[in-house]
């Protein structure tokens, strides 16, 4: 949990804003379910990947019983999502990458949906 909401805190409070501000438009990219998007698009669901991390930054702070089933569920989306990139990539081994990154958030997102007695229920 402790390095989950490190993770959080770095992307809402440093790298989010940065790529929000810092970065041109032309330049932009997010991954939402294993698709990219770029340009406008990437830019214009940058904030919901920044409330997202700001949102699971401060559920992991307080331990707050609302984050548990959405981080998991957060957690199995990101999991899809590298299965999804692996399939749909061009290159030919690109599914044993998808596949190597989808093992590990599966297992952070079962963890996590395992988990529910360590977040608060007040």
Partial sequence: ????????????????PFDFFGKPVDQDQEVWLGFMLTGRAAKATEPLHWAIYAAG?????????????????????????????????????????GLAGFVPFALLAVALWRARSRFNTR
């Avoid at 949990?1 to 989010?16: I, K, N, P, Q």
């Fill in 57 to 97: 930054a401060y559920g992991l702070w307080k331990m707050r019983a609302w984050l548990h089933p959405w981080a998991a569920l957060y957690a199995a989306s990101v999991a899809l999502g590298m299965l999804i990139w692996g399939v749909r990539d061009a290159r030919g081994s690109a599914l044993y990458v």
């Fill in 1 to 16: 949990m402790t390095g989950l909401l490190g993770f959080c805190l770095f992307m809402a409070v440093a790298y989010v």
